[in-house]
């Protein structure tokens, strides 16, 4: 069936709401065989988003002091820095919720604690070839917003929530634009 593989279409794009409208069924029906080629969202993976935002790594050594991992923060207006000593193995990643919270509990004697006392020693990685959906989903469940990327276990990029969130609005204004042509064609 033509017009129901075209309302599956378009509502795997994430518009189901579109489908409602009659004209655009109608407009579907009749016009099945000129729809584009992919309403489909495409399957976005880490090396893609890495290829658009590039693969600066801001890291910490683990000796350096809280007052050193600030200065870096706020350098380069980011949320969290990769703890590593070479540069390329992880050894944690320590982000502004915990300097607020170790600030709350230990006051100023913080700003000369080492920071490998306030990282997340059990950091959660991926590699390029996983997925963007897989990325988002375990962000949201686990609750952090940062994520270093690996290659052959050697640290290669970091994906923030904001990288995440700027490629589904990129990806949705494209199918966007993509269904209209469509529907006015
Ligand atoms: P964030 O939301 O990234 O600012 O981090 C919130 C908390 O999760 C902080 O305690 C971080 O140290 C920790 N965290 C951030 N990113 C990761 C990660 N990729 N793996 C494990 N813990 C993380």
Redesign the pocket.
Known sequence: MPDAVHVVALCASGLAGVTTSESVVHHTVNHWRAAPARTYRRLMRISDVVRLKGGDVVTVRSDASVTELLALLSEHRI??VVVSDDGETVH???????IV?HLHTDGAALLETPVHQI??A????CVPEDSLDDLESAMTE???????VLSDGKLVAIV??GDVVKNRIDDLQAERDQLRTYIQS
């Open positions: 949320g969290a944690g990643i320590v982000s502004e919720r915990d919270r990282m997340t059990e950091v959660h990685t686990k609750r952090f917003r940062h994520v270093p923030s929530i």
